[in-house]
């Protein structure tokens, strides 16, 4: 596989690789639909899961379609431009299904203005930091179109700087939280709530969606969107996608809350929560490092 990572680059105060600006004056510009749904994450904060989820609740009867397209495909990624693919723009654009089901990793303010006046409704994951930022290191790992990641103790120095690709965790989470306050057509999920009890969560993303599953729909759902079964379903592991290399980290990797324990040492871990409450301060936000 050829080496083709990316350098990072301020892009109007966050830190973006090329593959999510080169297309931006045509992101900025996208035309949303009334019913479109956009799922929106930090990198790595369980997109897939909910994505696959959103998937199966509107297409799942047909199955089909879901088997035969990878949920990259299915779930087309806005603001994604690289080298052998098509853009996401363009990808959307040519979405015959409804409603068009729209993953995005930007923060609050980039996200293209025809979402907030078509008044779509979001669905906003989030992780806690810790597990999050182990989840992406290990995808940096294994991506070619991400930024080098090098070893794990500076990854996590510049996960704390914010220099990742779609910047900082804090301000992504804070910045969808704020707006989450005032904008009811937000539904902000926690991938700790969906691990402690994904019926209930499913619940509450059906109520946000006004969407009604029979008894026997709603456990085709579950089962679909179990980690075991994600992992082992060619159309939603990433195994198509040609950046990746599962042979140094599976993009299906271990899917669990505290990871973070396996990873962090003592000293680091202590760091780390230093930090956090001082930058967590301003927020009614919390997460749950374990549940
Ligand atoms: P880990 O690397 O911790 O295993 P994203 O889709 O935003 O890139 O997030 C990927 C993370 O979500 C990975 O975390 C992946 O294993 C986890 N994930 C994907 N599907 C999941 C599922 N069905 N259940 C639990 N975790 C899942």
């Known amino acids: 596989m050829e080496a083709i990572r990316p350098k ?3 892009f109007r105060g966050v830190a973006m690789t090329n593959y999510f600006t080169d297309n931006f004056d045509n ?3 996208f ?3 009334p019913d479109d749904i956009l799922i929106a994450t930090y990198p790595k904060a369980g997109t897939t899961w909910v994505s696959h989820m959103l998937d199966q609740i509107y297409f799942g009867e047909n199955s089909e379609t879901l088997k035969s397209l990878p949920v990259y495909e299915r779930v087309p990624f806005l603001e994604m431009c690289a080298p052998k693919h098509m853009p996401g723009v363009e990808l959307i654009e040519n979405m015959t299904s409804s409603p068009r089901l729209i993953k995005t990793h930007l923060p609050v303010q980039l996200v293209p203005k025809s979402f907030w006046e078509q008044n779509c409704r979001v669905i ?3 992780r806690n930091p810790k597990d999050n930022a182990v989840s992406y290191y290990h995808f940096d790992r294994m991506n070619y179109v991400e930024p080098e990641p090098g070893n794990w103790e500076s990854f996590l120095e510049r ?3 914010g220099q990742m690709v779609f910047g900082s965790w804090y301000s992504h989470v804070k910045g969808w939280w704020e707006r989450k306050q005032t904008n009811p057509r937000i539904l902000y999920l926690f991938y700790e709530d969906l691990k402690e009890d994904v019926v209930r969560e499913l619940g509450r993303l059906c ?3 006004g969407v009604s599953l029979s008894e026997e729909a709603r456990d085709r759902v579950l089962r679909a969107v179990g980690f075991q079964n994600m992992k082992d379903n060619s159309m939603a592991n990433y195994s198509t996608c040609a950046v990746m290399d ?3 980290s ?3 990797r271990k899917g669990m809350v505290a990871d973070w324990k396996n990873h962090f040492t003592v000293s680091q871990n202590e760091e780390f929560d230093e930090d956090y409450q001082r930058r967590m301060k301003d927020t009614t936000l919390t997460f749950r490092m374990e549940i």
Request: no cysteine; net charge neutral.
């Open 8 to 10: 990072l680059f301020d």
């Open 207 to 209: 109520d946000f969606l």
């Open 159 to 161: 996960f704390k700087q």
């Open 124 to 126: 906003y994951v989030a």
């Open 27 to 29: 992101v900025e510009k």
């Open 250 to 252: 599976p993009f299906m």
């Open 31 to 33: 035309s949303a639909k």
């Open 246 to 248: 599962h042979s140094i």
